[in-house]
């Protein structure tokens, strides 16, 4: 989800570029989300990541009505930066918020037109952990290591829905350990206590031929994982 994170963060800063009239821009978000609504009519979904980092980023701000209460609310957080935030709130104002059905319904749409990151980007606004979210998470964590992040979250959070092969696997090609470093260690600890040594031998080789490798290379390695019973 670092990956995430980052590309919604460059949006905050872009964000900060606009002036108040922002929106009369062909460059403004409030045009770009248009542009792209248009687009997606037309089966278009080449910008669905962009369009996706956008309405994330202008859901999780309050809206301008909203925004004294917000502020009374979080007054207090460290490294707040109040003009910063009116900012955002300025430039998000003409975009309206989505709710989860809405995007789900086009996010679904677009998996009909192979767009690479559908699946990733639908997965990551499930609000709860099943065999759908964890199966587009693991068509997409050759690519994408935030596919990659979140699955090792799931291997420490709900460790039910995943083999102990599976929760080796992405956890160690993760970085949870870095994330989640006490959690991580444990987990690992208790899976190496676990899984018989010729297993965890097998998973170790194709954790060390997963770094470098090509997508292909490592959707081929997704699939002799998976095949380990």
């Not at 859901?59 to 209460?69: H, Q, V």
Request: with cysteine; charged share 25%; hydrophobic share 40%.
């Amino acid at each position: 989800m670092k990956k995430l994170f980052t590309l919604i963060l460059s949006y905050i800063l872009l964000i900060t570029a606009f002036n108040s009239n922002a929106f009369q821009n062909e460059n403004s978000l409030d045009s770009k989300i248009k542009q792209f609504e248009k687009e997606f009519k037309k089966d278009n979904y080449e910008n669905l990541a962009e369009f996706h980092n956008i309405i994330t980023l202008c859901n999780a701000i309050p809206s301008k009505n909203n925004f004294d209460e917000w502020l009374e609310k979080h007054s207090n957080d460290e490294n707040l930066n109040i003009e910063y935030m009116k900012q955002q709130v300025e430039d998000c104002k003409h975009i309206s918020k989505k709710g989860y059905r809405q995007l789900e319904k086009l996010y679904r749409k677009s998996l009909m037109f192979n767009n690479k990151e559908s699946k990733f980007i639908l997965a990551s606004i499930i609000p709860f952990t099943s065999d759908e979210k964890i199966s587009l998470l693991s068509d997409s964590a050759n690519w994408s290591l935030d596919s990659v992040n979140m699955l090792a979250f799931i291997s420490l959070t709900d460790k039910e829905q995943l083999s102990n092969v599976k929760r080796f696997f992405w956890l160690s090609i993760s970085e949870a350990s870095s994330f989640y470093p006490e959690k991580y260690e444990l987990a690992i600890n208790e899976l190496h206590s676990i899984i018989d040594s010729s297993t965890l031998l097998t998973i170790n080789d194709l954790i060390v031929n997963w770094h470098d490798a090509s997508e292909d290379t490592k959707k081929n390695i997704i699939s002799e994982m998976e095949a380990i019973q």
